[in-house]
């Protein structure tokens, strides 16, 4: 192990145990400042975030790549908004799960504490960085964030930005560490730290969430790919079908809750495919149609059987004509990443019957597969999107980030 990551797990482990001294006042205090700190120091964020844009056009990194790499007065906004919300959201730590007294007088409680120390690795998403601060700083965990080489400065710049606040709030230690290193060989080394840190959230594209899980010697929680489904059924309506459809795919596609595939119940297909393609053409959206779907809209690309595995995080989509809501299912079962689904549809029975049965995080009804997203659902930002099914499944938020000690009470007890 190198001298730098054995500094820099200890120093984090020695900061876990200093985090849980703080109280939700200063906590709350701190997030203020970090919001406000995000919109004054904007101009020299957004300049660093140019270097990294600069990079990526040098080096060809594909549009979508670039997308996702990109900052701007609005998504600052957004991130410090984030932090804001945090500060309104109840403090999950010391909360009381459970108790109760036993007979012999023994008085249980079951209280909510920080994971410890959690290290996260991501791509080129620079507002990762200040969500995944602002969350673990709400839940008195210490993070170790290790971004994308193509991010470097806009993340240096964020992490810069947030320490000076939390400092200005009077907590005079490292709350997060930044990985300064952006070889590989750190994170491996990283990795294997199982001693000092306790759980690894890996977010990026497949690649990168299959490594970690392979290397890792601690706990990791993850989703490998985002292929979410659209269900248009027989009764949907088409004008808001056609609305939802387009939002899901086109006004953010390079991230995991896009839609990738959209079925469309046999009924509705000659009606509502031409209008949806139309709609698609304006966005240039190229659709990868199934035999029936093709026939119905002619000139447009036959799906391959890699089409309904495929998460395109680019303005593509497969379509594929169903006979019923089982179809729809069974599809989606067999082909999704128990991510996100929706269903588009005036039939209650129907809509009842997609998420009871459909093995996904997150089943919709009547909504854009875009709302998969922790500050959507009121969260206050997310750590990240689990389609694991222990300890925390979808969007994770506060009580995500917390597992939980027992604090027994008694007066001389002793066991015979």
């Not at 056009?57 to 991130?79: G, H, T, V, Y």
């Not at 998420?355 to 875009?370: H, L, P, W």
């Amino acid at each position: 192990m190198s001298a730098y990551v054995k500094n820099l797990v200890k120093q984090a482990r020695a900061a876990s145990y200093r985090m849980v001294g703080l109280s939700t006042s200063q906590k709350n205090a701190a997030l203020k400042n970090m919001a406000k700190a995000i919109m004054d120091n904007k101009k020299v964020i957004l300049k660093e975030n140019e270097k990294d844009l600069n990079n990526a056009i040098k080096n060809k990194l594909r549009k979508s790549f670039a997308e996702r790499l990109s900052l701007n007065e609005k998504r600052l906004k957004e991130m410090s908004l984030s932090l804001g919300a945090l500060v309104k959201l109840e403090d999950p730590v010391n909360k009381i799960i459970s108790k109760w007294r036993q007979p012999n007088g023994l008085a249980l409680q079951k209280v909510r504490v920080p994971i410890g120390v959690v290290l996260i690795v991501y791509e080129a998403r620079p507002n990762v960085t200040s969500d995944c601060v602002g969350l673990l700083f709400k839940t008195s965990n210490v993070g170790i964030l290790r971004g994308g080489s193509d991010a470097i400065y806009s993340n240096k710049a964020i992490a810069a930005t947030l320490k000076k606040a939390i400092n200005k709030s009077g907590i005079n230690f490292d709350t997060f560490f930044v990985v300064q290193r952006t070889d590989r060989k750190t994170v491996d080394e990283l990795l294997k730290q199982d001693e000092c840190i306790d759980l690894v959230i890996p977010r990026g594209g497949e690649a990168l969430i299959r490594k970690v899980v392979e290397t890792s010697h601690i706990p990791v929680i993850k989703h490998f790919k985002g292929i979410c489904h659209i269900f248009v059924d027989h009764s949907a309506d088409i004008k808001k079908a056609l609305k939802v459809c387009v939002n899901a795919k086109v006004q953010r596609p390079s991230v995991c809750n896009a839609v990738e595939t959209i079925l469309v119940h046999k009924n509705v297909a000659n009606k509502f495919l031409p209008l949806l393609k139309k709609e698609f053409d304006r966005y240039k959206v190229q659709i990868r149609a199934d035999s029936k779907a093709a026939n119905v809209l002619g000139g447009v690309k036959r799906a391959k059987n890699k089409d309904w595995i495929t998460e395109f995080l680019d303005l593509i989509v497969a379509i594929k004509v169903v006979k019923d809501v089982d179809e729809a299912i069974a599809h989606i079962n067999s082909f999704g990443s128990h991510h996100t689904e929706s269903i588009l549809t005036k039939d209650k029975k129907n809509a009842q019957k997609f998420v009871k049965e459909v093995d996904s995080a997150c089943c919709f009804i009547n909504i854009s597969t875009r709302f998969s997203d922790g500050y959507q659902f009121g969260l206050g930002a997310e750590i990240g999107i689990s389609t694991d099914k222990l300890h925390a499944r979808g969007p994770m938020g506060l009580k995500e980030l917390t597992t939980y000690k027992w604090i027994v009470e008694g007066n001389g007890q002793i066991r015979t």
